[in-house]
């Protein structure tokens, strides 16, 4: 599939934001896009209409908390169990000091016109966030200022690799990940098989090459050297020397005509857009019920079913607690726990068989 053009990255977006409402048992009711996990028994997700939601239960129930703003929320992270910052359309980003009881808002550096994506807490005084046309932006603060650091101001190092494909780096590239594993060591993830890394906080950036020129969307990593990366057409690139090689461990990396990826190979591969690791726990969701999960520190994925009214349900993110215990959202207010080779959803139960 070759990359996607603006009008169309503008058009999947509005999608994103404007996908049909439907009726969930749970009555959560809103698009989900982004969950993270603070222990094996709690875990925040936050989606449209400003919507944000806690379990503190393991999944079997969810809270609605309070953001006072209808504008869709991308991503939600926490930097301990009292500290936790989202953003979402227009640049929003919104801070909680209370544990998620109430959020405030914080004021952006970059314009209306642009989305966060993700945003990642790395402690109570430092986060950075990314998104649309190579929005990147940081704060270590605690968020009283915010610094603009969106591509064409962010140094980044570029690469000469004759034998990998390296896209060049422009600032209207749409970042769709970022993660810090500690103060100095930090990864984004983008469109073109974008993927930069720091080891220097975020002073400077190389762009690492990539096996792709596809779009990527999401990552995990377990050290500077040991990560992996999804996108679309089922991706998921696996490397344990910091991306100077990679292995592909699902779906497909070649760029093509569209006309070229048959239905069957669509619905074989569809779209990832998150990855998460814990021990030997792994998770991957996706477009059209893709759920692949992993008993082998994410070395191999088998794909798995969700409950047969969920088959095709499309899931946006997920978070495995330290625990094992992986939380799932999506569609449609779409929320669930996995463990083991079970998918539990919220008031019934129902329990996912494994894939055949």
Do not use: C
């Not at 439907?22 to 009711?29: G, M, V, Y």
């Not at 100095?184 to 020129?213: K, N, Y």
């Not at 992996?228 to 089922?234: P, Q």
């Amino acid at each position: 599939m070759p990359a996607m053009p603006k009008a169309g990255r503008v058009a999947f977006i509005a999608a994103l934001v404007a996908l049909p409402v439907l009726a969930h048992a749970a009555a959560l009711r809103d698009n989900l896009f982004a969950v993270t996990a603070t222990n094996g028994e709690t875990a925040w997700a936050v989606g449209n209409f400003g919507s944000i939601y806690v379990t503190k239960d393991g999944g079997k129930s969810w809270q609605a908390r309070s953001s006072n703003t209808k504008q869709p929320l991308f991503s939600v992270d926490f930097a301990d169990e009292r500290t936790g910052w989202i953003v979402g359309k227009s640049g929003l980003i919104l801070r909680t000091t209370d544990g998620g009881e109430t959020w405030t808002r914080q004021q952006s550096p970059i314009a209306p016109a642009k989305h966060l994506f993700k945003v990642a807490a790395i402690d109570p005084q430092t986060a950075w966030a990314v998104g649309d046309w190579g929005a990147v932006v940081q704060t270590r603060d605690g968020g009283a200022t915010w610094t603009n650091r969106s591509l064409g101001a962010l140094p980044v190092e570029r690469i000469e690799s004759p034998d990998r494909m390296v896209q060049t780096i422009t600032d209207d590239v749409i970042l769709n990940d970022v993660e810090f594993l500690d103060a100095q060591h930090g990864f984004i993830v983008g469109e073109f098989g974008t993927l930069l890394a720091t080891s220097d906080g975020g002073d400077h950036w190389r762009q690492v090459a990539m096996p792709t020129e596809k779009t990527l969307f999401g990552m995990h990593w377990r050290s500077p050297e040991e990560g992996w990366v999804v996108g679309i057409d089922g991706i998921i690139l696996y490397t344990q020397d910091g991306g100077r090689t990679w292995t592909t461990q699902n779906g497909l990396t070649a760029t093509g005509a569209i006309e070229d990826v048959s239905f069957v190979d669509a619905m074989a591969n569809p779209g990832l857009y998150a990855v998460s690791v814990e021990g030997r726990r792994g998770v991957v969701v996706g477009d059209a019920g893709a759920f692949f999960v992993s008993d082998d520190g994410g070395h191999t994925w088998t794909r798995r079913a969700l409950p047969e009214e969920h088959r095709l349900t499309w899931m946006r993110d997920a978070s495995v607690a330290a625990s094992g215990r992986a939380f799932l959202v999506g569609a449609a207010g779409f929320t669930a726990a996995a463990e083991g080779d079970a998918v539990t959803l919220p008031i019934n139960n129902h329990r996912a068989a494994d894939a055949r």
